[in-house]
């Protein structure tokens, strides 16, 4: 049985232990700030509950030698996925238990001899390795509370993206994704060329791949303030940029989002080209009992009607819901007269190099609840 001065490790670590516990929620306080953004009844509640399981938890590998059993550590693992919930970040809580790790040695060790010697050596031994193990249960659990919450908050993202992107009504999808709908998203697509370490075996191109579209993603993010919606597979995919000022876009946005394109260029290691994204023609139905060149109904996504004399090519033309007819679906030049959009004049939709001229970007209208821009 280890001992130092004369006492058992264990019963030692016992008497220490209220005020050690005082001492280690003072020092997380004082020297971890994500503890000290905490509430008060929350250090002192499960995070001193916490911190007098792990001396319990020390106080029996010190007097049986072994190290816990991993059912003994699932309150450490429930307590980080708490704290995951929290938004306190991992790196804090692993600095938490190493300093309680470290300000318990010295509670332990300072009325050691120098006839110590080989016990602290020992105590020092058992305490790091329970510290490993405790380390990766607690790193483990929060991680994958994270993982969680992660792809919940991902399906709501994806909720509001399909939403926007079919036309439907994306308010209810953004309240309970908890996203804040700006006045207007820029609709981009990008196409992806392969990384050269897409050319590999394929165990390597597939890993290549996924890091290639995480390297896009990140830059997405970071244009878009953590706001940006984007679907993304190896060859490219869609994204949704969000825009405060459309009539601000409409002046100088292309240049931004040609540097964009430069910039994902870049992270992504492989050749990237963007534009607006080819529109597809509303879906339309014939009116009982019209005349064959009026046959045709187009849906307004808003939730009115709009007669076109081309059911492949309907376009709105107005906040009434008109529709007037294309020669072909490049030839459509929508005006919008209802609540700005970033369209006002129409151009080809061109593929985009990076840092290439090209007209203005199509926006996606969040408080009208469709997409303006040129059919195609």
């Keep these: ?39 008060r009844e929350e250090l002192t509640g499960d995070i001193a509950r916490m911190v007098e ?22 309150a ?4 980080a996925a708490r704290r995951a919930e929290e938004g306190v970040p991992l790196g804090a809580v692993l600095s938490a238990y190493h300093l309680g790790w470290r300000l318990g040695l010295d509670a332990l060790t300072a009325d050691a001899a120098p ?21 990766a249960v607690v790193a ?42 700006p006045p207007a998203y820029v609709v981009l697509t990008l196409a992806l060329g392969r990384h050269p370490d897409e050319r590999g075996p394929e165990a390597t191109a597939a890993v290549a791949a996924r890091r290639k579209i995480r390297r896009v993603q990140a830059e997405l993010d970071h244009h878009g303030r953590g706001q940006a919606l984007h679907t993304f597979g190896p060859d490219g995919g869609t994204a949704l940029l969000p825009v405060d000022d ?3 876009a409409l002046a100088g946005g292309w240049r931004e989002l040609a540097g964009l394109t430069a910039r ?14 080819r529109r597809r023609a509303p879906r339309c139905r014939a009116r009982p009992g019209s005349r064959p060149r009026c046959s045709a109904w187009c849906s ?31 030839d459509c030049c929508p005006r919008w007269t209802g609540i700005p959009s970033c369209w006002r004049r129409c151009a080809p939709t061109p593929t985009m190099g990076s840092g290439a001229a090209a007209p203005p970007p199509r926006c996606t209208s969040t408080r009208t609840r469709w997409t303006t821009g040129c059919a195609g």
């Design 53 to 74: 399981e792990n001396i319990r938890l020390l106080v029996r590998a010190f007097r049986t030698g072994r190290l816990p059993p991993s059912r003994d550590l699932e």
């Design 140 to 181: 483990d659990a929060y991680l994958e509370e994270r993982e969680v919450m992660h792809g919940q908050r991902q399906a709501g993202r994806q909720a509001v993206l399909s939403a926007l992107l079919d036309g439907r009504d994306p308010v209810e999808a953004a309240r309970r994704a908890g996203l804040a709908l």
């Design 1 to 39: 049985m280890l001992s130092i001065a004369g006492v058992p490790v264990h019963v030692r670590l016992a008497t220490l232990a209220p005020e050690l516990t005082r001492r280690l929620l003072a020092a997380f306080a004082e020297r971890l700030p994500a503890y000290s953004a905490l509430p």
């Design 246 to 248: 459309p009539d601000a």
């Design 300 to 330: 307004r996504r808003a939730g009115r009607r709009a007669r076109t004399r081309s059911p492949t090519s309907c376009s709105n033309t107005s906040s009434r819901g008109r529709a007037r007819r294309a020669g072909t679906s490049r």
């Design 76 to 79: 450490l693992a429930r307590s």
């Design 115 to 135: 006839d110590d010697a080989r016990a602290l050596v020992e105590v020092q031994g058992l305490m790091l390795s329970q510290l490993q193990e405790v380390a």
């Design 264 to 277: 994902i260029t870049d992270r992504a290691g492989a050749p990237v080209h963007a534009g607006p994204p």
